[in-house]
């Protein structure tokens, strides 16, 4: 059912791989050529929808457990480290996003960025874009190995979108202006457990799928953005606790995630001619 409505947006936390630039398909043939190397199958979206938005050591393996390689994880990371440098300096900006970025800017909106890619796949992918990522200041980028999210806390558990709003807060502190809250935010992200890992933060979210990952989830829409799919697993949250679900954020708690059809979230096909009247950011913001 829906709940209040959430306030203006005061800051536009990104992800990366598929959501600002055209990656995750270079992944996929990265991925699908050493499969074939060694006779097996294509990586189907059952199992690419599991690893989208997860660190490398989670999503690894999640793929090692499916794909069953004869080849060490060790020997598999050079194989693809080396086609990764090939292809990851061809990336392009996925259609709406340079006008989007602009957008937000001229409107006043904060952007920070939080990405669950390392820092060396970082600059393969970003170093020729200087066009895109002139929006997100050095102190404002959050990756993957971040030495600040411990161990076992990427996506979908909510710390790196955390750590994304307080890099902005501590800019907005030395200007002497007001923080930014939880639910100020508007996480942008393709993959299900970086949507769960924004509404676990206690922000809005909007989800912007690859179409075959829409395909994946037909029916279960409502779930994923309530971040509801259950992503979030607890073998993976080495340091869980429960207080985490009791600590309160302005209006929503941090580490829950939301309630289906609540008004936090919203699908988009694409971010061409993005709705900013829809999250209340049609006049700038302060």
Not at 105 to 124: D, E, P, Y
Not at 126 to 137: D, G
Not at 212 to 223: A, C, D, T, W
Request: with cysteine.
């Amino acid at each position: 059912m829906a709940t209040n409505n959430p306030p203006r947006v005061r800051a536009a936390l990104f992800d990366m791989d598929g959501l600002l630039i055209d990656s995750e398909d270079l992944y996929t043939q990265v991925t699908n050529t050493i499969l074939e190397r060694y006779g097996r199958p294509a990586l189907p979206w059952s199992i690419k929808a599991q690893l989208q938005g997860r660190p490398g050591p989670q999503a690894g393996q999640i793929f090692h457990d499916w794909a069953k390689l004869p080849m060490s994880h060790e020997q598999f990371l050079v194989e693809q480290k080396e086609l990764q440098k090939n292809l990851f300096p061809n990336t392009k900006p996925l259609p709406g996003v340079l006008d989007l970025l602009a957008g937000l800017k001229k409107r006043g909106v904060h952007i920070a960025l939080a990405t669950s890619s390392n820092a060396g796949n970082f600059k393969l992918k970003s170093a020729h874009l200087t066009e895109l990522f002139q929006y997100f200041a050095p102190e404002h980028q959050i990756l993957g190995d971040d030495p600040r999210i411990p161990a076992g806390r990427g996506k979908p558990a909510p710390d790196i979108y955390l750590l994304a709003l307080s890099t902005l807060n501590k800019t907005l502190e030395a200007q002497g202006k007001p923080p930014i809250q939880p639910e100020e935010c508007l996480v942008f992200e393709d993959s299900v457990p970086g949507v769960e890992s924004g509404r676990r933060a206690g922000m809005q979210a909007v989800w912007c799928p690859h179409p075959e990952l829409l395909v994946e989830y037909k029916g279960r829409e409502p779930e994923v953005l309530a971040g509801l799919t259950g992503e979030h697993r607890e073998d993976e949250e080495q340091q869980l606790q429960k207080t985490e679900v009791d600590v309160l954020q302005g209006k929503r708690k941090v580490g829950l995630p939301g309630e289906i059809d609540d008004g936090w979230a919203k699908l988009l096909e694409s971010l061409v001619d993005f709705p900013y009247d829809t999250f209340g950011i049609a006049e700038k913001s302060t």
